[in-house]
C-alpha cells in the first residue's frame, strides 16, 4: 500500500503536485474557526510530509509548501475579500487579487518549513516530524510581529470551541498550544513508513496522549468552576447591526447615531452601569462635539458611562491634523473621563504602508491615513475595575493586550475589545475573531467584554467560555454583569511570548542533540566494522 502511494506521488507532475498539496492546505483550514473539524491535521499534516519525501529538489519541497500555505491561506483569509466589496465601484475589482497576493505571501512562510524539512532528508522520520512543528510554529511566532504582524489563524485556535483544551494556554499561550498540536498531527508520519520500530510508533502516539492530558487538566480546571461577578457592575453591550455600505453614508449618519441611542435606551436601563458601543459606532468625533456627547449619554442614570469607539481628530505638535481611532469614555454628565487612541493599526484598511504603490486608497472612510496611538494602556473608571482597551484587531496580539498597571499600581482587570466587522458580512471572518477573543481571555486570565456593529457581540469569562452573545447580523442589546479576573495570574500573562519560544528553542536544542547522537552512533558503527 505505502509502495503504491510513494510511486503514485513520484508518478505526478509537477503542476499536479502543487494542486495536491494546495488542496491539502485547504482542507487543514477546516480544523480552524468557525469548522474546527481537528482530525483532518491528523490525515492533511502527514501526507504534507509524505510528499516532501519525494522532492528531489529544494526547489520542488519550496513549490510544495508555498502551494499547502497558499491554499492553507486562501481558506483561512477569503473573508479579507468582502471589505473590498463593501465599496464595490472603487475597491471590488481589486479584491481577488489583493486577497490572492495576500496569501501567496504568507505561502513563503510554509515554503520556509519545507525547505527546512527537506534539508533533513536522511533523518529518521519522527525527527523530520519533530523538526517540520518546530519550523512551522517558529514561522508563525515570525508571522506575529514581522511588516506589523497578522498572526490570524494560529494553529492553536483549532481547540477554541472546547474551553477544556484551551485552558493549557495558561502556562504555553496560544503558540504553546499549537506547537504541541502540530507535533502530535505531524507525528503519524512516522506510520507511513514501510516499517517503524517500537520507539517511533511510541513516537507517533506520545504526542496525541499529552493532548489528551491537556484536555484533562483543563477539565479539571473548569470542573464546578462558577465566575463571581464584580459586584455593582452591570453591563450593556449594543449591537445596531448597520451594514458596512450605508454606515457611512451622510445622509444616514444622524439616524445611525440616535439608533444607538434609542437602542441603549430600551427596557431596564435604569439598572445599567455601563452601556459599551462599538468601533467607529457613530460618525461624529464626540470629543468635540458637546452637543451630540450630551445626547448620546440621555439615556444613562446618574453616575453610569457610555464607553464607545469614535473617530478623533487633533491636532500634533507639528500643527498638522491627524485622525485617530479611539475609544472614549463619557461619563452620564456628558464629561470626558478616559480615552483611548488605536495603537496597532490595519494596513491597507486604515492606512496604506505603499501609498505610492497601491493603485487604490485606503479602505476606510477618508483619503487621510489614521495615526496611530502611543502604546498599550490600561484605562481607569468610574464604578467599575481598571481596564484594557481593544479595538479590532488588536485582540489578536497574543501576549500584547495588557498595557502597565494604573498609577496606583493595579492590574487590569478585564479587556474590553469594541470592533467592528461589519466589513466581512456572513463569513468566517466574525467568527475567527471571536475564537481570538476567547484565547486572549485564558491566556490573561481576565474576561473580555466584546461589541461587535454586527457582531458577534460577547461576554467571554476569564476561563475562555461565552456566557452571553448577540447573534451575527443581529440588531439588539445584552445586559450582562461583569466577570471577575481568575484568581491569581496566569503565567503567561508573567512571560508572554517567551514562554513558548523557549519551549520552541528548547525542542530545537533536543531535536539537534539527538540527531547528533544518532549520526555518532552510525559512524560508531561503520568504523567498527
Not at 200 to 206: D, Q
Not at 345 to 370: A, H, N, Q, S
Request: include cysteine.
Amino acid at each position: 500500500m505505502i509502495e503504491r502511494c510513494d510511486a503514485f506521488l513520484l508518478g505526478l507532475m509537477p503542476w499536479q503536485r502543487a494542486l495536491l498539496a494546495a488542496l491539502l492546505g485547504a482542507a487543514s483550514t477546516l480544523a480552524m474557526p468557525p469548522w474546527h473539524v481537528v482530525p483532518l491535521l491528523w490525515v492533511t499534516v502527514p501526507l504534507l510530509l509524505w510528499m516532501l519525501d519525494s522532492c528531489k529538489t529544494a526547489r520542488s519541497a519550496m513549490v510544495i509548501g508555498w502551494s499547502f500555505g497558499f491554499g492553507h491561506f486562501a481558506v483561512g483569509l477569503n473573508w479579507i475579500a468582502n471589505a473590498f466589496y463593501v465599496d464595490a465601484d472603487t475597491h471590488g475589482a481589486f479584491a481577488i487579487p489583493a486577497v490572492a497576493g495576500l496569501c501567496a505571501i504568507f505561502g513563503v512562510y510554509i515554503a520556509v518549513v519545507t525547505l527546512i524539512v527537506h534539508r533533513l532528508p536522511r533523518a529518521p522520520r519522527y525527527v523530520r516530524a519533530f523538526g517540520f512543528a518546530l519550523a512551522w510554529m517558529s514561522v508563525e511566532w515570525v508571522r506575529g510581529w514581522l511588516f506589523t504582524g497578522f498572526p490570524w489563524n494560529p494553529m492553536g485556535s483549532v481547540w477554541a470551541a472546547w474551553p477544556e483544551m484551551i485552558q493549557i494556554t495558561t502556562l504555553f499561550g496560544t503558540l504553546g498550544l499549537g506547537l504541541f498540536t502540530l507535533i502530535a498531527a505531524a507525528a503519524v508520519f512516522v506510520f507511513t513508513a514501510p516499517a517503524t520500530t517500537k520507539h517511533e510508533r511510541i513516537f507517533g502516539l506520545a504526542p496525541t496522549a499529552l493532548l489528551i492530558v491537556f484536555g484533562l487538566y483543563g477539565a479539571v480546571r473548569l470542573y464546578d468552576r462558577d465566575v463571581p461577578m464584580v459586584p455593582d457592575v452591570n453591563l450593556r453591550l449594543v449591537q445596531p447591526n448597520i451594514a458596512q455600505a450605508d454606515k457611512w453614508r451622510p445622509g444616514l449618519r444622524e439616524q445611525h447615531f440616535m439608533d444607538h441611542v434609542r437602542l441603549s435606551a430600551s427596557t431596564g436601563v435604569e439598572g445599567v452601569t455601563h452601556v459599551i458601543w462599538g468601533e467607529a459606532a457613530v460618525a461624529f468625533a464626540l470629543d468635540r462635539d458637546e452637543v451630540r456627547r450630551a445626547i448620546a449619554v440621555s439615556m444613562l442614570s446618574p453616575g453610569a458611562t457610555l464607553i464607545t469607539g469614535v473617530p478623533r481628530v487633533a491636532t500634533g505638535a507639528n500643527g498638522i491634523e491627524e485622525i485617530f481611532n479611539s475609544m472614549l469614555v463619557v461619563r452620564s454628565d456628558a464629561s470626558v473621563a478616559a480615552l483611548y487612541d488605536k495603537t496597532h493599526l490595519v494596513p491597507f484598511g486604515e492606512y496604506l504602508p505603499l501609498r505610492g504603490l497601491i493603485p487604490f486608497r485606503k479602505l476606510t472612510e477618508g483619503t487621510m491615513d489614521f495615526s496611530a496611538g502611543h502604546g498599550r494602556t490600561t484605562l481607569s473608571i468610574d464604578n467599575a475595575p481598571p481596564f484594557s482597551p481593544l479595538i479590532c484587531y488588536e485582540a489578536i496580539f497574543s501576549g500584547e493586550v495588557t498595557g502597565p498597571p494604573t498609577a496606583d499600581g493595579q492590574r487590569p482587570q478585564w479587556l474590553l475589545n469594541i470592533t467592528n466587522d461589519s466589513w466581512f458580512g456572513d463569513t468566517s471572518g466574525p467568527r475567527q475573531h471571536l475564537a481570538e477573543a476567547q484565547l486572549r481571555a485564558v491566556e490573561e486570565g481576565l474576561p473580555l467584554i466584546r461589541v461587535a456593529n454586527t457582531g458577534i457581540s460577547a461576554v467571554i469569562d476569564p476561563y475562555g467560555r461565552v456566557l452571553g452573545r448577540i447573534a451575527l447580523n443581529t440588531r439588539g442589546t445584552l445586559d450582562s454583569p461583569l466577570p471577575q479576573a481568575a484568581e491569581g495570574r496566569t503565567l503567561f500573562s508573567r512571560t508572554g511570548q517567551w514562554g513558548p519560544i523557549v519551549l520552541i528553542l528548547l525542542g530545537i536544542v533536543f531535536l539537534w542533540e539527538a540527531e547528533r547522537r544518532r549520526r555518532a552512533a552510525a559512524q560508531h558503527f561503520f568504523d567498527t566494522i
